[in-house]
């Protein structure tokens, strides 16, 4: 992960090269956003910023965020739920992502095994590798915890009624 100090000295190289401006606003949310260390999206950003920072514009927090993936310092994500999210983790650091399809929750791993078979898959069919995420969606395991303690509905009660009798 990118410390939030080498990561706002890499924008503010990076606003320079580009011929842009380094403002306080766009430092406050680039501190921010690296000290979050795990997946935010602009919104989150935004709330929590806006705490200390009320001048500071949601606008200001998307693009801050589009100049940080054009510098390469983060990487825009979308897992399914329909918003986008940045990760300050840079793209040559290989890690995938458990993703709670209940409750939205994304759990980062690395596994060099992995690493290990993709390339040699890719290699096998003579494929070059030039990115790659791996997604796995399920159920965390307070979401699932709360699946298996909830009572399951009694299927013949459901068909017959208490008494018996079909139901329609």
Do not use: W
Not at 2 to 21: E, M, N, T
Not at 26 to 32: H, N
Not at 55 to 63: D, E, M, N, S
């Amino acid at each position: 992960m990118i410390a939030p100090d080498s990561g706002v000295q890499g924008f503010a190289d990076y606003l320079a090269r580009a011929g842009l401006k380094s403002t306080r606003q766009r430092e406050r949310i680039v501190r921010a956003f690296f000290a979050a260390g795990r997946h935010t999206s602009a919104e989150e950003l935004y709330h929590q910023i806006r705490v200390q920072e009320p001048c500071i514009g949601l606008v200001t927090v998307y693009r801050t965020l589009k100049l940080l993936r054009q510098a390469g310092l983060a990487t825009e994500r979308a897992f399914g739920d329909g918003y986008a999210r940045f990760d300050p983790t840079p793209a040559d650091l290989t890690h995938h992502h458990l993703i709670c399809t209940r409750c939205g929750m994304v759990q980062e791993f690395q596994d060099k095994d992995l690493r290990v078979l993709g390339r040699k898959v890719a290699r096998s069919l003579r494929f070059t590798i030039t990115e790659h995420k791996l997604e796995l969606y399920g159920l965390c395991r307070d979401c699932g915890r709360a699946e298996r303690d909830r009572p399951q509905s009694n299927s013949r009660t459901a068909r017959f009624g208490s008494r018996g009798e079909a139901r329609p």
